[in-house]
Each structure stands twice: as C-alpha cells, then as structure tokens.
C-alpha cells in the first residue's frame, strides 16, 4: 500500500513539475508571469488527443509533435505580445491574463465543453513483489524523467542553455558578451511551452482533457515555484515531488479536499521559514 501511494506521488509530482519547470524557466529569463502558461498544459492534452486517438499517430510521436507545435505558440506569445514590454511590470501581466482568456475562449469555441478521455497507450500492469503498478503510470514516471534530464543537460552542457542561466542573472553582462536576448527569451518560451504540453500530453490517458484545465495548471505551477524558489531548477523537481507525495498521502488517508489544499498549508509552513522558497 505505502508503496502504490508512493508511486501515484512520483507520477504526480514528475508531472507537476514539468509545467512548473517551463513556468519557471519563462520567468527566470524574461521576468513575466506567463499566467497563459496553463492553456499551453490544456493545448498539450488537446494536441495529443487529436493527433493519438483522432488521427491514429504513435503516441510517441504524438507527443512530440504537440511539444513542438506548442513550443512555437509560446515563442509566438513572446515575439509579438510580451516582447513590446518587456522590462515593465504590470502590462506583460496584463497582457499574460488577457491571453489566457483569449486561448480559453479559442479553445472551447473549437473543442467544446465536454470531458474528453482517450484509452491509455500503455495497457497492462508489472508486478513488483507485492504491489501491482500499472505500465501506464511507469511510461509516465520515464518519459517524465528523460525530458527532465534532457532539458538539464541543456541548461548545464551547451552554450544556449548557459545563456539561458546567464541572463537572468546578469542581463546586461550576457548582452556584452554578444548573448541575443530576445533569441534566449524565445528559446526559453519554446522550451517552457513544451514542458507544459509534454506534462497535458501525458496526463491526457490517464486522467481527462477539457477546456478549463488551464487555470488549474498554472495554479500548480505557481504553487511548486513558490515552495522550489522562482527560478531553480533543482528547487522545482524537489518542490514538485514533494507537493506530489504530499497529495498522494493526503488524498489516501484524508480524501481530494484535504489534498487540493494541503499544498497551501506545505508552501505556509515551508515560506514562513524561507520566504524565497526551499532554493530561491
């Protein structure tokens, strides 16, 4: 039992991450709350369900083609919404709202407002001792980790992802050293909205899909970066794995409204002894 309840943590807190790691990485590089970042989650699980169940794609590939059409919304929202102000404060705020707003109204215009589920990819179940894991949930915890440590690499071993870890500590610094601050501020949108459609595209077999699960993801999102710290990598996985044990617990013993709103009494607890979350 401690185990199964693990497991749907780990599943949880991978996904959680994600979108958490793409709002995060949106924000370290070109300081705006992208509020829209929930609608990319929503339109990874559409991709998926359109290109997986209607057009009979690989699932595999499915995915990755939905990050990628995703990834260049984002780097669309960027160039010609967020960029015009970049540098202020409240307008790329304004604007984040009034864009999810918008993708909302687009979406369920096309889509509807129906819940929509697709049969898993992954069937079956793998015995471990005593606990039976779906496959499902394994390929989830996989291919979660391989995007997670695809994007490390990233940041951490080629130029691009060192520039993307420069400017949002010294911008001015990176711009004299020849770093395109607008050509980083796209690649981080790119690379933010894939890692929220990867995390929708995912959970679109094992749970649902539906127009309104926008507000829902960034709200999660928002939740993980507060308790990591805005802008750390590392504190996001932590802080999502631990938001994902944490509900996995509290929803097995406690039940969904105890564990919908026990993130708010862990970011509390955690903030009122480091107000910049666990590595802000």
């Known amino acids: 039992m401690i185990a199964q309840i693990l497991l749907n943590g780990l599943t949880t807190g991978l996904t959680y991450t994600l979108v958490a790691l793409g709002f995060s990485l949106i924000f370290g590089v070109a300081r705006i709350f992208n509020f829209a970042h929930g609608e990319l989650y929503m339109l990874g699980g559409w991709g998926v369900v359109f290109l997986f169940d209607r057009l009979g794609l690989n699932y595999g590939l499915a995915l990755i083609i939905t990050m990628l059409i995703v990834g260049l919304i984002g780097v669309i929202l960027d160039r010609y919404f967020y960029r015009p102000f970049r540098g202020e404060l409240i307008a790329p705020m304004v604007i984040a709202l009034g864009l999810q707003l918008l993708i909302a109204a687009v979406a369920l215009v096309v889509f509807g407002d129906m819940d929509v589920s697709i049969p898993s990819p992954f069937t079956g179940m793998t015995v471990l001792g005593t606990t039976r894991i779906s496959n499902e949930r394994i390929a989830v915890i996989l291919i979660s980790i391989l995007i997670l440590a695809a994007v490390y690499l990233f940041t951490w071993t080629t130029k691009l992802g ?29 690379i933010g909205a894939s890692l929220a459609a990867a995390s929708g595209g995912l959970l679109a077999p094992m749970l649902f899909v539906n127009v309104f699960l926008g507000p829902w993801a960034v709200f999660k999102a928002i ?40 993130g708010f009494f862990l970011i509390a607890i955690v903030l009122l002894f480091r107000p910049r979350g666990l590595f802000g």
């Open 162 to 190: 060192l520039a993307m870890r420069a400017v949002p500590q010294n911008q001015e610094g990176a711009l004299l050293q020849g770093v395109n601050v607008d050509r980083i501020s796209h690649l981080a949108f790119f």
């Open 223 to 262: 939740i993980v970066v507060s308790l990591g710290g805005l802008g750390s990598i590392g504190g996001t996985l932590v802080a999502g794995l631990l938001i994902g044990f944490f509900e996995a617990v509290s929803y097995h013993y406690f039940g969904s409204a105890v564990s919908e709103i026990g």
